[in-house]
């Protein structure tokens, strides 16, 4: 395993070089030489990385076209979205654009007619990054999931999202509207932005970076400014604005959690998303104990340590599964 993703690392960094500095490393020039399949893995690659350019060169962008291209080759493709999505995680390290293409080139599932789709998930324990054929990046979190549809008579885009993921929307006179559980719709214009959209969590979150966006559900609207935080209430379809500190939001891109009086119960739920795991807590306990600061750590055992040296909690790990008490 370690060897492969070292291989992997090197595969990258031949791409990344430019046209005048490409050059096979030694350790490169003996891998392929192993074997058959270890050319044909890095042809596979090199074919790869050329195709995305044709999606991401932001200076010559057509989006007719883009999509014109996109549609013809994926009516060849047939469902490998498992596939793909595996040799994705397995190549650590990919930059966005590697995985630009293998989201509109294999990824994706593409319906004949006038409408498109693309789409792109991350599992628990991992995140992900897309970006779409109008230029549109979206980074996920761990369990989140975005399809994205284009339909090039209406002059539409829109986006089904549930999970996580920080939003830098490429403006257009096209709408952008996206969907989420319980009914939102978030209208976008050219935006950066966090949202937080969990199927499981009682509220969705909102934090606008630059831009504008308008939270919509019903009757019920609110248009957010740059700097501002807001959420809408499931149970009661209320939207309001709300105080917090905005980049605390998207600390996640960091790989930080902020706990500002987080309950216990809330950090095991942050951390069985990330890293994919399963944490069962002493009744009671978990909103018994509160948390604040931030935590930023490799592992899930690095966590488990911290939240036991800030409060009184003792943690077991069997494989997936960590059970919690008290001390």
């Not at 595996?86 to 650590?92: D, E, G, I, Q, V």
């Not at 990824?107 to 990054?129: H, I, P, Q």
């Not at 999202?161 to 719709?185: C, H, R, T, Y």
Request: proline content about 3%; overall charge negative.
């Amino acid at each position: 395993m370690e060897e492969q993703k070292q291989i992997k690392d090197y595969i990258v960094d031949y791409l990344l070089d430019g046209e005048d500095e490409k050059r096979l490393d030694p350790v490169l020039v003996e891998w392929l030489a192993e074997d058959e399949s270890h050319r044909k893995e890095f042809f596979l690659y090199k074919k790869i990385w050329e195709e995305s350019y044709r999606y991401t060169e932001a200076e010559t962008f057509d989006p007719d076209l883009a999509w014109e291209k996109v549609d013809k080759i994926n009516r060849q493709k047939v469902y490998l979205r498992k596939y793909w999505k595996n040799m994705l995680y397995t190549a650590s390290g990919v930059a966005a654009s590697l995985l630009v293409v293998l989201a509109l080139s294999f990824m994706g599932t593409f319906r004949k007619g006038s409408e498109v789709l693309v789409s792109m998930s991350a599992d628990y324990g991992n995140r992900s990054e897309i970006v779409l054929p109008d230029g549109s990046l979206v980074k996920l979190n761990a369990g989140s999931e975005v399809v994205y549809s284009y339909d090039p008579k209406r002059k539409t885009r829109e986006v089904d999202f549930q999970g996580e993921g920080f939003f830098d929307v490429s403006k257009s006179k096209e709408p952008f509207v996206i969907k989420v559980a319980g009914g939102l719709n978030v209208r976008v214009w050219g935006t950066s932005f966090n949202l937080q959209a969990y199927a499981d969590d009682p509220v969705i979150q909102a934090s606008l970076v630059e831009g504008c966006i308008e939270l919509e559900k019903g009757n019920e609207k609110l248009r957010m400014k740059p700097g501002e935080i807001a959420v809408f209430d499931k149970e009661t379809n209320k939207i309001k604005p709300v105080e917090g500190v905005l980049s605390h939001s998207y600390g996640w891109l960091d790989n930080k959690l902020y706990m500002e009086d987080m309950s216990l119960s809330v950090v095991c739920k942050y951390l069985e998303r990330w890293y994919d795991v399963e944490i069962t807590l002493q009744p009671g306990l978990g909103e018994k104990i509160r948390y604040n600061g931030v935590i930023q750590e490799e592992t899930v055992t690095d966590v488990m340590n911290a939240l036991s040296r800030l409060s009184d909690i003792s943690y077991h790990v069997k494989g997936k599964h960590i059970s919690i008490t008290s001390k």
